[in-house]
């Protein structure tokens, strides 16, 4: 039924594709995101674009994609200045990210698979990358870092050489610290602030030569092996946690800071204290991937 004229429900339809400078919009993504996932909210937002006129088809995706479709469309908004309008007619058809259920997350942690010939995978991408890449796959199991903070650390250290000692780590605490280079780690809902590696690791790092997160998915791909940088993530935490660390601990030198009353107000950390608890577990769980 269509209202009399002059009362026809408001639009929240974007420009036109036309009208859209596309090219402008990628600069604007590439300066809030890291380049990996800039591109995929670019492709997204001009592939899916027209669901903005159309809120309702959101719900239709699979909840598998569905969060990165949303992620696209509202960086599209904001670019657009609709933000607010956009934000305002998905909540009114209750649109919102996709959350894992509590069943769907008690069978994931049970019946994953994510680790399963992980070591096996470890070696044969050792096998076929060269030294300085070698080095940054080692250094991505040990930080626990997501896979870009992982190559953008990397080639921070080999852009100090030396100078990474009193620039980039912090003697006193043993820390790297990211949190100096707001630009490249901190992104708003993904961060690392800190992370403790081996000293010895850090000097043989800034003595390398930078990697190419591109260049090594097609050196794994020409040995048909996939990339796994997210599975070491996780292992980590995994086995950080099997050994003793705390939960807010794992958190904080993966970049994740809570809003809990406990962590806000209470939780107080040694630094020194935990990099050394830190370190002294890493050879534990290596060994699993060299023998």
Known sequence: MVGPAGFEPASIAPETQKSIDWSEFKQYLLSKYVKAY??????????????LSNVNGIQLLKPTIRNNILNSLLALSRYQGTYDLVKSEMKAHGIKHYKPDQI????????????EGLGEWYNQAMA??????????????????????GINSFNLIVSLGNKYQTEYYNENTGFLEHY??????????????ISAVPKQLLDE?????????NA??????????????KQLRSFYATKMRENGLLSEQIDLVQGRVGKSIFLQHYFKQNS?????????KLGQFEEFFVN
């Open 272 to 280: 020194r204290i935990l990099v050394d608890s830190i370190i002294g």
């Open 180 to 193: 100096k280079y707001s630009k490249l780690f901190l992104r708003g809902c993904k961060n690392v602030y």
């Open 104 to 115: 769907t997350t008690f069978t994931r942690i049970f019946n994953s698979q994510a680790h």
């Open 128 to 149: 076929v990358l060269d030294d300085n890449e070698k080095l940054c796959l080692r250094f991505m199991l040990l930080s626990g870092v997501r896979a870009m903070e």
């Open 216 to 229: 090594i998915k097609k050196k794994l791909n020409k040995a048909k092996s996939p990339m796994r940088f």
């Open 205 to 213: 790092i800034s003595r390398s030569s930078k990697v190419s997160y």
């Open 38 to 51: 800039a591109i995929l909210l670019f492709e997204s937002a001009q592939k899916h674009q027209n669901l």
